[in-house]
């Protein structure tokens, strides 16, 4: 399975597959032409389970790796640093080739790397989580700075994106609901078809492989069309925030540690649904749905949620917003979006209810 990513910048292919980092070389061969040096960046976590795998299938380049710890913290102007630092040690050139091998975080920090060492030179990914679907498209690199999350960064698209679905073997259980709750989004923001396809489907995580690559295969093509559609029309691409106006909230909240991004996102979603049917005096939120998404390790929202106001402050701070009304994605019903201001008042009662 090919999905073809057309941005102005680039054009370039998602190949995804059971098995299909095989083709590693392939791919090189025939969209890295030149290949100089490669350096492999990627997570402690990851690299003792494919490291050697993916080097493996490098024989006759001249590979270097360079692992970071597994983790949010590693997306940092410390890691960059120290990344171009061993980049030049291994005397990379600009015929050199980064293959990011890791999640969203080494996929943002690699990225990074490839965009600002020696201005610019050509990055791979091969994604191992499934939240991964959206990190891997679209082009955004960047790191967190101790202000807030994603603060220094820059667009660079890869040559190509390799997505294994067989690395998600081992891809610990609220990982993939982090990854879930993002492709449930898209479902809601754009294809109604696709959030009836999955409330049938997908009854349990992990799902097999077959699905998987449906799955993945369908977001990734929504994700790129979006991203290409907002190069046109600026305004789209808001859409993919949907849930995370109080997910953000929820997170910092948090300090990215007992939480992951996907399950804020999917609260945050829990409570946009809720809004968006108060705002449109009309039923939106599909039959089923809280207990379907319970079903499948979600966590009652309930506990999460003891600092309305602090969340409410939080909120204010959401780059969308204008003058002082807090501005959210709502849906208008299943698979269509829009972004509407909502007044404070609102938000506090309605905070105060989702909490029961
Ligand atoms: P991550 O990269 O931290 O991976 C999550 C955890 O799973 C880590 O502990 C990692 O070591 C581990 N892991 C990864 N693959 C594994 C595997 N196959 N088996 C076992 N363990 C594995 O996080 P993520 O959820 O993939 O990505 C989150 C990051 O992505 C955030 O920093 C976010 O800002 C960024 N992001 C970027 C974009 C973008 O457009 N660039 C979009 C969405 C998210
Ligand atoms: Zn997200």
Not at 322 to 332: G, S
Request: one cysteine or more.
């Amino acid at each position: 399975e090919k999905v073809h990513v057309n941005t102005e910048a680039k054009k370039y292919s998602v190949y995804i597959g059971d098995g299909i980092v095989d083709q590693l070389p392939e791919v090189i061969q025939s969209q890295v032409p030149d290949c100089g040096k490669i350096l492999i960046i990627t997570d402690s976590n990851v690299a003792p389970l494919y490291l050697n795998k993916v080097k493996g299938l490098l024989d006759g380049f001249s590979v270097n790796e360079w692992v970071v710890p597994a983790g949010e913290t590693s997306k940092s102007m410390r890691e960059l640093e120290k990344g171009i630092t061993y980049a030049l040690r291994c005397e990379l050139d600009r015929h050199a080739l980064i293959i990011a091998l890791g999640g969203g975080v080494v996929g943002d920090l690699a990225g990074f790397i490839a965009a600002t060492y020696l201005r610019g030179i050509r990055f791979l990914q091969i994604p191992t989580t499934l939240l991964a679907h959206d990190s891997s498209v679209g082009g955004k690199v960047g790191v967190n700075h101790t202000y807030g999350k994603n603060l220094i960064g820059a667009f660079h698209q890869p040559e190509a994106v390799i997505y294994d679905v067989q690395f998600l073997n081992t891809l610990p259980a609220k990982e993939w609901r982090s990854g879930f709750a993002e492709v449930v989004k898209l479902a809601f923001i754009r294809d109604a078809t696709f959030y009836d396809f999955l409330f049938e489907k997908v009854r349990s995580l992990p799902v097999n492989k077959e699905i998987l690559i449906t799955i993945v295969k369908r977001a990734i093509e929504m994700k790129a069309a979006i991203v290409s559609e907002d190069e046109k029309e600026a305004g789209i691409r808001a859409y993919l925030n949907f849930g995370h106006t109080l997910g953000h909230a929820i997170e910092a909240e948090s300090r990215y540690q007992s939480i992951t991004h996907g399950e804020a996102v999917m609260i945050g979603m829990i409570f946009a649904l809720r809004l968006s049917e108060v705002h449109s005096h009309q039923p939106i939120i599909p039959k089923g749905f809280l207990a379907w998404i319970h079903q499948l390790g979600y966590a009652n929202w309930h506990a999460t949620l003891n600092k309305s106001n602090l969340l409410l402050e939080t909120m204010k701070k959401d780059k969308k917003n204008k003058k002082d009304k807090i501005r959210m994605v709502l849906l208008k019903e299943c698979g269509s979006a829009t972004v509407s201001a909502v007044e404070n008042q609102l938000l506090i009662d309605q905070l105060s209810t989702f909490k029961e």
